[in-house]
């Protein structure tokens, strides 16, 4: 299959539009496709190949922060549009088969940020992030034609009740309760727009890919500190928002919808504030059986990967993005996982300030994503990892860190269960 690319359309770019005008705009996106595809592949006018790469560099060298970020997008992004095509994907009929839906989509998101854009492969072929967006580009076609076959026979895209095979462990009934015990204004609490019961959406609109986009994009760049990073500089952060630009470019975001082309990081913060506000907090009011099925099996497909409880994440999410009193959702959590987001509170976001540890954090979370790889695809998925590791600085000495990053995490496996027992008898 030949390269695809969003092609530049004519129409009106964010930055010439005041943010009701912006919001007036998406709210109706939900009717209009993604970008046609450009074959002779050539850049926006608007790209910016260094602030592109530093954009890259801000992602490796604060990686677990970043996808913390991102795991906290997904957990708050019960969207309608995305929902019905999650579910029409087959790729969560399992925590299993979300695991490895999630390992593939994690490695994609990091070949992103390792990758060049429109450089050539030093062997003079397309380079990874080619590669990776075609595979992306390819699943949308094909999701999106699936859809609109089922939608032209009159047939209901997708039913939660058709997979059973899961265990409903994410805390939704607490947090439920948390959520509308909280101080959050009733203007919050209404229905997405996302959400509306409309009849003449498309499969990968507008509207959800631009959301979809701020599950990646948004946090960073409004929560910087509650993500442990530190002082971030807002040129980092500015680099980091114009990669997402054009990655949403590249999965067929037009300019108009492009949250993340904006004319400088103030203006991006208002339009991410109010995607924050309006869209986000509001589905979480009114997730429904569908979006709470894929929510559980998403979470469970996570800890898969990341080792996170449900309940934690869920947690998390209250507490860290929402920052709302979520005491039911705390007494959800068995004692294990209270010990763990005791020692999250305290310990995590110190650890991913620091360089050094920051650094074995990042090895541990690659080298824990290759062996779920490994399990999930063969032993073929160790290739991929070849430029991966040598971006990140791991391609001499790998087997040191393993060792170090091994013995560290026994080391916090013996500490943690000293506490358990000291806790316990005390």
């Not at 060298?61 to 913390?68: A, Q």
């Not at 960073?220 to 680099?239: T, V, W, Y």
């Not at 203006?267 to 991410?272: G, L, T």
């Amino acid at each position: 299959m030949g390269e695809v690319f969003a092609k530049k359309t004519n129409s009106v770019c964010p930055s010439e539009l005041n943010i009701e005008e912006f919001f007036l705009d998406l709210k109706g996106a939900r009717t209009i496709p993604p970008a046609k595809i450009d074959p002779d592949r050539k850049p926006p006018a608007w790209l910016d190949f260094n602030l592109a790469r530093r954009g890259q560099q801000f992602a490796r060298n604060n990686l677990p922060s970043i996808s913390i970020s991102h795991m906290f997008g997904l957990a708050s992004s019960p969207y309608t549009d995305g929902i019905d095509i999650l579910l029409l994907s087959g790729n969560f009929s399992t925590p299993a088969s979300a695991t490895k839906r999630y390992t593939s989509t994690i490695t994609e998101i990091i070949t992103w940020y390792t990758d060049p854009f429109w450089e050539s492969g030093s062997d003079g072929n397309i380079t990874d992030i080619y590669k990776s967006l075609n595979r992306v580009r390819a699943l949308h076609s094909a999701l999106a034609c699936a859809a609109s076959k089922k939608i032209s026979r009159g047939e209901i895209l997708s039913d939660a009740s058709e997979f059973s095979d899961y265990a409903p462990t994410a805390a939704w009934a607490a947090a439920k309760k948390d959520l509308n015990n909280s101080n959050i204004p009733p203007s919050q609490r209404g229905i997405a727009p996302s959400n509306e019961k409309i009849f003449n959406a498309v499969p990968f609109n507008q509207q959800i890919l631009a959301l979809i986009q701020f599950a990646f994009i948004g946090f960073p760049i409004l929560f910087p500190e509650r993500l442990g990073i530190s002082c971030p500089n807002e040129d980092d952060l500015s680099a980091f928002n114009h990669l997402w630009a054009i990655l949403g470019y590249l999965v067929g975001i037009e300019d108009k919808y492009n949250i993340a082309l904006r004319p400088n990081l103030k203006s991006a913060r208002e339009v991410y504030r109010g995607i924050f506000e309006r869209y986000a907090i509001p589905s979480l009011f009114h997730a429904e059986k569908d979006a709470i099925f894929v929510a559980d099996v998403t979470f469970q497909g996570l800890q898969g990967i990341t080792s996170i409880s449900p309940n934690i994440l869920m947690y998390w999410t209250l507490k860290d993005i929402l920052q709302i009193q979520a005491t039911n959702t705390y007494n959800a959590l068995t004692f294990t996982e209270k010990i763990i987001s005791a020692a999250k509170d305290h310990l995590m976001f110190d650890v991913l300030k620091n360089p050094i540890s920051r650094k074995l954090s990042t090895f541990f979370l690659l080298n824990t994503l290759l062996v779920v790889g490994k399990e999930n695809f063969g032993p073929q998925y160790a290739k991929r990892f070849d430029n991966i590791k040598k971006s990140f600085g791991f391609s001499d000495g790998y087997e040191y860190f393993e060792r170090v990053v091994f013995g560290l995490v026994w080391l916090y496996k013996i500490i943690l269960a000293a506490f358990i027992f000291v806790y316990k008898a005390f």
